[in-house]
């Protein structure tokens, strides 16, 4: 019932919007953020080799306190350990039937934005061209001297200096909590949110803002909220198309009815 209520919504949504959290992932073998299995969880028993005072420190802190400006300010080499841990990871995986299945829904409306919060580039990857990747990928990086953002797949740590000004060292080219996310990127998708008549949300808890905003704004002007979560993340409004399945198996089944 619910897989075909919304394929029949985004079939007749004239500015329909999709938004992708770390759950889109979940089935290619990569760590959500905040579920049992934890991102950080899994970092701290692999990347720190029990190394007690490494494991103190991390057992501590949790993906928001990593992610930060200040954090990178106060041990470059702790933050990139773990970006360097989570490439690896994510190299070795690959998109799911999830991703293929909105890039086919993509294809089949024409109108659809896309939006990920996800870092992992697995959307473009599996061929959504121009998703917008509001968090940024942590496979680019970006020179804290001259700005200079180029992939970069390789290890990184504090003394690897950007290859443009042989100077400055680097960061993730991603956005960390307390950071602007890239303008243009919130201009589009603002843009699409005056107009939106239906969201689809896909992996996501919700808890990180703008993202988190979208589907409320999206209500607020009495559209259309398709949520795909194999939890419940909140209590479904009366608009809402709460699908309670993994985007794996959703996905494709909404698309097959597109
Ligand atoms: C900003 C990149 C302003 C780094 C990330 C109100 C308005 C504006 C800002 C704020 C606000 N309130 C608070 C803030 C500050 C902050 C924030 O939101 N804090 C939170 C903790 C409360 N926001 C910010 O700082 C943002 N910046 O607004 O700037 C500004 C303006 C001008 C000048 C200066 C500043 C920046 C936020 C970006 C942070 N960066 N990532 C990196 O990845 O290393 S966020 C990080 O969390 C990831 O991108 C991740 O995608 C994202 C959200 O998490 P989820 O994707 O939802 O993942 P999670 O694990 O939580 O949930 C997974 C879900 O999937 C679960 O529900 C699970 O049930 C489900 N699931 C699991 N498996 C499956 C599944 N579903 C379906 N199928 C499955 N198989």
């Not at 992610?67 to 470059?76: G, K, L, N, S, V």
């Amino acid at each position: 019932m619910s897989i075909e209520k919304a394929a029949q919504i985004l079939k007749r949504a004239r500015y329909p919007l999709f938004l992708s959290g770390a759950g889109i992932s979940a089935e290619s073998g990569i760590p959500t953020f905040r579920g049992k299995e934890g991102l950080w969880r899994e970092h701290r028993a692999e990347a720190t080799g029990g190394r007690e005072s490494r494991a103190a420190t991390m057992a501590s802190m949790r993906a928001e306190d990593l992610a930060t400006p200040e954090a990178f300010q106060r041990d470059p080499a702790l933050v990139w350990q773990w970006y360097n841990w989570r490439k690896r990871l994510i190299s070795e995986k690959k998109p799911n039937p999830a991703h293929f299945a909105i890039r086919d829904i993509a294809h089949k409306l024409p109108n659809l934005l896309c939006a990920t919060q996800n870092v992992d580039g697995f959307h473009a990857l599996a061929g959504l061209e121009g998703v917008l990747e509001m968090h940024g990928n942590i496979f680019r990086t970006r020179c804290l001297g001259c700005s200079d953002v180029r992939e970069n797949r390789g290890e990184i740590d504090p003394e690897t200096l950007c290859v443009a000004c042989n100077q400055a060292a680097l960061r993730p080219d991603v956005v960390w909590f307390g950071e602007a996310l890239p303008q243009n990127i919130l201009h589009t998708i603002y843009e699409r949110l005056h107009v939106c008549d239906a969201i689809i949300v896909v992996g996501t808890s919700g808890s990180v803002y703008p993202a988190a905003g979208f589907a409320v704004e999206v209500r607020r002007r009495e559209g259309y909220v398709i949520e795909i979560n194999i939890d419940e993340t909140h209590r479904p409004y009366a608009n809402d198309v709460y699908i309670r399945a993994k985007a794996g198996e959703a996905l494709p089944q909404i698309c097959a009815l597109i």
